[in-house]
Nanobody
Framework: QVQLVESGGGLVQPGGSLRLSCAAS????????MGWYRRAPGKERELVTRITNGGVPTYADSVKGRFTISIDNGKKTGYLQMNRLKPEDTAIHYC??????????????????????WGQGAQVTVSS
């Protein structure tokens, strides 16, 4: 049973924008915290950004000022807005949700085992 469904990936030219969505299934009551990871070709998966519900997000230096994470719990959906995309942003992007009752501190959201559910991955390709 798929719990998180990602959409919005694709091919974009350098400098362009994409918005990834991560929708939770009905079996998930709410998303407390969320992280977005990515795996570039030949590299390990890395944490791009994370946020606690209602909290202040943090971003990897490589995306700071260009990417924005958000959660809309009315829609049980998380988003990753990506602007001024660069070829080095080319990767499979994964959302991850922490649905525990009380959530987790921001400091814990760097650990992959904190997240209960993962999206299937969305390919983002930045190329001219």
């Amino acid at each position: 049973q798929v719990q998180l469904v990602e959409s919005g990936g694709g091919l974009v030219q350098p400098g362009g924008s994409l918005r990834l969505s991560c929708a939770a299934s009905r079996s998930i009551f709410s998303i407390n915290d969320m992280g977005w990871y990515r795996r570039a070709p030949g590299k390990e998966r890395e944490l791009v950004t994370r946020i606690t519900n209602g909290g202040v997000p943090t971003y990897a230096d490589s995306v700071k000022g260009r990417f924005t994470i958000s959660i809309d719990n009315g829609k049980k959906t998380g988003y990753l807005q990506m602007n001024r995309l660069k070829p080095e942003d080319t990767a499979i992007h994964y959302c991850a949700a922490d649905t525990s009752k009380w959530g987790s501190p921001l400091s814990a959201l760097v650990r992959e085992d904190v997240y209960d559910y993962w999206g299937q991955g969305a390919q983002v390709t930045v190329s001219s």
